[in-house]
């Protein structure tokens, strides 16, 4: 069975026009590249068909895969969060209690994270250690660089 996806309206969305994309523009491309390679002659000697053929293959894995999230996913219904613990869909400030740094995060689901938008997905271990805890609450979460200590400084709504 495979895991639930949690996503926004709007991150289905953009699954759905990026799926819908690789099938009306990508697909038809890899087909034209595959057939203009076969045209030059020699299937068994011909490097451009084979790199065609591995592309077409690439491109139809990623569809698959893009289909399972989609059939997969649940939307969240943002109005029966709880913001007073940290979870999926809610905008946390952390402190970590080392360095003093505070940091501003939204846990959102794999497909939607971006770090430089400041969208960390829920199984990473930094959420992963944050999820349950509430304003004030201390977590040590355990990170490929180490035992990080946090403090839960503030749980809003994302905007």
């Known amino acids: 069975m495979s895991k639930l996806n949690y996503l926004t309206e709007d991150g289905l969305k953009k699954l759905k026009d990026e799926l819908n994309h690789l099938k009306s523009v990508e697909r038809p491309q890899a087909s034209q590249a595959i057939a203009e390679a076969r045209d030059k002659g020699d299937l068994s000697e011909n490097a451009e068909y084979d790199a065609a053929k591995e592309a077409q293959g690439l491109l139809e894995l990623k569809i698959s895969k893009m289909e399972q999230i989609i059939q997969n996913s649940r939307i969240i219904d943002e109005s029966k ?49 944050l999820l349950g805890k509430k304003v004030g609450e201390k977590s040590v979460v355990t990170a490929p660089a180490g035992n990080m200590e946090f403090e839960i400084l503030d749980i809003s709504p994302m905007s």
């Open 81 to 129: 969060i709880d913001y007073s613990k940290v979870q999926i869909m809610t905008k946390i400030k952390i402190r970590n209690t080392k360095n003093n740094a505070e940091m501003e995060y939204s846990i959102v689901s794999e497909s939607e994270a971006d770090l430089k938008k400041g969208k960390i997905a829920v199984n990473t271990p930094i959420a992963k250690g």
